[in-house]
T-cell receptor
Framework: SQQGEEDPQALSIQEGENATMNCSYK?????LQWYRQNSGRGLVHLIL?????REKHSGRLRVTLDTSKKSSSLLITASRAADTASYFC???????????FGAGTRLFVKA | DAGVTQSPTHLIKTRGQQVTLRCSPK?????VSWYQQALGQGPQFIFQ???????QRGNFPDRFSGHQFPNYSSELNVNALLLGDSALYLC???????????????FGPGTRLTVL
């Protein structure tokens, strides 16, 4: 079963707006990663945040992690049409060696 | 640096056949993980290889097997193919952090397998 659950399942916004996606998980983790996937191609790594970190930034991306609530959020600021893609969170469980993905959020940015 | 490469790009097989998919990791990476992604879903972890051994396995039957070679490249074998095995198969390479967890994973473009 998948551990990460993204919310919302789909999101449609205008170019220039911010997009926020949320991820919840069930067990203790070593780290949480966010990926982007365009049209069923290979995944592109966006950000890795470790369990002892609370926030990370990379360009227009901001990721937060709340281990007490077992949740994370990905914020994309000033979105562009090129940001249209599926976004997945993935967790590495503590004591295990497998990465568990959620079902993803489909983001559509209208020009 | 070529990044993670996978071959073939596309493959069509019939039920009952066997298939072998190949993956070359990014330079400097020693850990390879395989995933199955059905249409519209997130990738499902199949297994992970490190130092030529299967380190962890997901909820997949024994028809799915793999191998890692001394140069860290890897193969995924699927026997007795079923229609439900049709999917995008993704390979990811990484290193391990001090706790033994995977660091940032780099994914290949995938192999799209169609079983008729």
């Amino acid at each position: 079963s998948q551990q990460g659950e993204e919310d919302p399942q789909a999101l449609s916004i205008q170019e220039g707006e911010n997009a926020t996606m949320n991820c919840s998980y069930k067990t203790s983790i070593n780290n949480l990663q966010w990926y982007r996937q365009n049209s069923g191609r290979g995944l592109v790594h966006l950000i890795l945040i470790r369990s002892n970190e609370r926030e990370k930034h990379s360009g227009r991306l901001r990721v937060t992690l709340d281990t007490s609530k077992k949740s994370s959020s990905l914020l994309i600021t000033a979105s562009r049409a090129a940001d249209t893609a599926s976004y997945f969170c993935a967790t590495d469980e503590t004591g295990g060696f497998k990465t568990i993905f959620g079902a993803g959020t489909r983001l559509f940015v209208k020009a | 640096d070529a990044g993670v490469t996978q071959s073939p790009t596309h493959l069509i097989k019939t039920r009952g056949q066997q298939v072998t998919l190949r993956c070359s990791p990014k330079s400097g990476h020693d850990t390879v993980s395989w995933y199955q992604q059905a249409l519209g879903q997130g990738p499902q972890f199949i297994f992970q290889y490190y130092e030529e051994e299967e380190r962890q396995r997901g909820n997949f039957p024994d028809r799915f097997s793999g191998h890692q070679f001394p140069n860290y490249s890897s193969e995924l074998n699927v026997n007795a193919l079923l229609l439900g095995d049709s999917a995008l198969y993704l390979c990811a390479s990484s290193t391990l952090d001090l706790a033994g967890a995977v660091d940032e994973q780099f994914f290949g473009p995938g192999t799209r397998l169609t079983v008729l």
